[in-house]
């Protein structure tokens, strides 16, 4: 076998790779005698079929193995000696006629092209300095989400009047509907006994606008319009009418902030309630703050590397963001930023993003690879049944589904991974605690305000979780600021309104 560099320019490189006829006949010959004790043909006794009749018959199926099984591994091989880290999956093109080598008349050779990994210094992380923006949970946020749960959880009873009592914003009525597309009735339009809360923006545009003032008893028309972007296709952009019979009117309790409130989500008493706040907003601090050092990590890493990147590597990434932005551009979701800049501008900003994402993940992988950061089975394992709970009834599917794809693995893997390097680097570089309030904490990079103060603080670990596991399901853009993390963000669109109402219930996750 004979390996030449033909070509070496930025960080791409061709091999060709040569197997001399000899060489390959050979094998040819090694691989028939291995196989012939097994051979069975009719006419000739079991392991007795002459090798020349074997290389006759299958010559040219068993040599095609051989190439097969050759390519890969002189493929690995060749990395290996010449301390190849590959950046991009290697191409590989026969130069040979297929032919004349399975015929043992020419050599066989072939091309391996690939962008290789650049070579670069990483920072190091001790030398390296944080601000942590931290912020206390103080008393007047949990008596805000206080008053608003109760708010929420009002008990509602019969508006005073009687059958005169007309229906105010903030009161619930009891309706029976029928909805109808040009007069005829559709499916999933009726509904007996909904509860609808005027002003809660459950229903439709329109849809409880129109039942203020309405009485019991009373029968109404409602003509409403479906959003353009109604998650039902066929009633998208249609207009409709529904009959609606209202039952009752009902008028909402005093908001009362007591034990009673406690127990209607789930606690035993008010004290429990408040702990419960205080503990769910410690967390979303810490989350958030976990964010803003990681974000001002990685705006460090970036400024601190400039390297050569690897074409195809900054292509792929550049393709899936624009992808993401033309789907924002068709939907109408496209960032007030954006709107009005040329697709060139565009891409020019958002191929800027994905270099840096590029460079900010080799950084990260560099530094993990020399202090040997690595994800262990049990954290993968972790991950794949975090994965499967989100699947009720098919954990099993989706547990198989991982176990069966080492691209899906990969791709969980990943963000684990980067994780664990973002918690070492944190443990040994200068991480300073700079308290702010709560709206600095929260606030984007352009717009935050003045720290409260600052104090001094012991380096610690960085919480090793981040809560970016909810699934993603239309991506859009990444935005400018949010993209710098070298994390795809999605832009959240607003949520379709639906003609049946949410049920008060849901305000129980408040808590």
Do not use: C
Request: aromatic fraction near 6%; charge should be negative; proline fraction near 5%.
């Amino acid at each position: 076998m004979n390996v030449t560099e033909k070509s070496s320019e930025g960080l791409s490189r061709t091999f060709e790779i040569v197997f001399p006829a000899d060489d390959l006949q050979a094998r040819l010959a090694a691989k028939i005698e291995e196989i012939r004790p097994e051979v069975r043909l009719k006419g000739f006794r079991p392991g007795k079929v002459p090798t020349s009749h074997i290389r006759k018959m299958f010559g040219e199926s068993i040599m095609g193995d051989l190439l097969n099984e050759l390519v890969p591994q002189t493929t690995q091989k060749t990395l290996d000696e010449k301390n190849i880290r590959p950046a991009t999956q290697p191409d590989i093109k026969v130069t040979s006629e297929a032919q004349d080598v399975l015929a043992g008349k020419a050599d066989f050779s072939f091309e391996i092209s690939l962008e290789v990994m650049p070579e670069f210094e990483p920072a190091d992380p001790s030398k390296l300095k944080v601000a942590r923006p931290v912020a206390e949970v103080d008393e007047a946020e949990v008596d805000e989400a206080l008053q608003k749960l109760a708010e929420e959880n009002r008990e509602f009873s019969a508006k005073k009047g009687g059958k005169n009592a007309k229906a105010e914003e903030g009161d619930v009525v009891v309706i029976d509907f029928v909805g109808k597309l040009d007069g005829e009735p559709f499916e999933g339009g009726s509904a007996e006994d909904a509860r609808v809360a005027i002003g809660d923006g459950a229903f439709i545009p329109g849809f409880e606008e129109q039942l203020v003032g309405a009485k019991p008893g009373e029968e109404r028309v409602l003509k409403v319009t479906f959003p353009a972007q109604y998650q039902a296709a066929h009633l998208a952009g249609k207009d409709a009418e529904f009959d609606v019979t209202v039952k009752s009117v009902e008028a909402p309790g005093e908001a009362k902030v007591d034990d009673e409130l406690a127990k209607r989500l789930g606690l035993d008493g008010l004290d429990g309630l408040k702990d419960a706040l205080k503990k769910r907003f410690a967390q979303e601090h810490a989350q958030q703050s976990r964010m803003k050092v990681k974000r001002a990590l990685l705006d460090q890493l970036d400024a601190a590397h400039s390297f050569d990147l690897p074409p195809q590597m900054v292509d792929a990434e550049f393709d899936n963001i624009w992808r993401e932005v033309q789907h924002a551009i068709e939907h109408d979701h496209l960032e007030e930023e954006d709107k009005g800049k040329s697709e060139d501008e565009l891409k020019a900003e958002y191929r800027g993003i994905a270099e840096r994402r590029v460079r900010l993940g080799l950084v990260l992988a560099e530094i993990g690879r020399r202090n040997n950061v690595d994800v262990t089975q049990e954290e993968l394992s972790r991950a794949i049944n975090q994965e499967a709970v989100r699947y009720p009834g098919q954990e099993r599917q989706v547990v198989e589904f991982y176990q069966k794809n080492p691209q899906a693995i990969a791709q969980l893997r990943a963000p684990i991974y980067e994780e664990k390097v973002v918690d070492y680097i944190l443990e040994l570089a200068d991480v300073s605690e700079v308290t702010v309030s709560k709206d600095a904490l929260y606030a984007e990079e352009d717009e935050a305000p003045a720290p409260a103060k600052k104090k001094a603080a012991p380096k610690k670990k960085a919480a090793a979780k981040k809560d970016d596991d909810k699934p993603a399901a239309k991506k859009a853009p990444a935005k400018k600021a949010a993209a710098k993390d070298g994390d795809k963000a999605e832009a959240k669109k607003p949520a379709a309104k639906k003609a049946a109402p949410k049920k008060k219930a849901a305000a129980k996750k408040d808590a």
